[in-house]
């Protein structure tokens, strides 16, 4: 994006602004300065962040524990909240399938919610059933996120032929909201 800059209109509030970035003109062209944005707000109520709420898509991979430190990561920069989410997927109708999904995914988001707490943000521990892609993008417009992070590994082989389109190429064509796709080695 670029702006458009008016190089024509210049008058002494400009020698101000350079003294002082948070200064602003007055009707009468004297200057003040303005209140910063986090103190102006009253307690505890953040404007102006960028973001502040951020659904972390938990997985049983590198990729997966790597967007939550990620997730995490931009939740502490930005004082938001963190919704871990783990989808129990039910594409598999096998019980015994879904039950250890159903384990694993309580570990992980446990595990999310007690790194989160270790750095001071936020945690609330999600879950779904259902088609992966599908129910990460319902929860997002739901609960009107502003972040989603989603790991994505490296893929090769049989599975790039059986599976061409993964979660997380699914959840960015999808969003409404932006998509942060996260490598195991990022």
């Known amino acids: 994006m670029s702006a458009e800059i008016d190089t024509d209109s210049t008058d002494a509030t400009d020698a101000a602004d350079a003294a002082d970035p948070t200064a602003t003109a007055g ?31 938990t997985g049983d991979d590198e990729a997966g524990r790597a967007a939550v430190d990620a997730g995490l990561d931009v939740a ?22 879904v039950e250890r999904r159903e384990r694993t995914g309580e570990a992980l ?25 599908e129910e990460v993008l ?27 389109e993964t979660v997380p190429t699914r959840v960015q064509r999808g969003a409404s909201a932006p998509v942060l796709v996260v490598g195991a080695d990022d």
């Open 27 to 57: 009707p009468d062209g004297s200057t003040a300065a303005a209140e910063p944005a986090e103190s102006a707000a009253s307690d505890g109520d953040r404007v102006g962040s960028v973001f502040d709420r951020v659904l972390v898509v």
């Open 76 to 97: 502490a920069a930005y004082g938001a909240t963190v919704d871990a989410l783990y989808v129990v997927d039910t594409a598999e109708g096998w019980d015994m399938v």
């Open 109 to 133: 988001v446990e595990d999310a919610a007690a790194r989160g707490e270790a750095v001071g943000v936020d945690v609330a521990e999600r879950f779904r059933y259902g088609t992966p892609h």
């Open 138 to 164: 319902d929860f997002a417009d739901v609960h009107d996120v502003d972040l989603i992070v989603v790991g994505s590994a490296r893929r090769t082989g049989l599975d790039r032929l059986v599976h061409p």
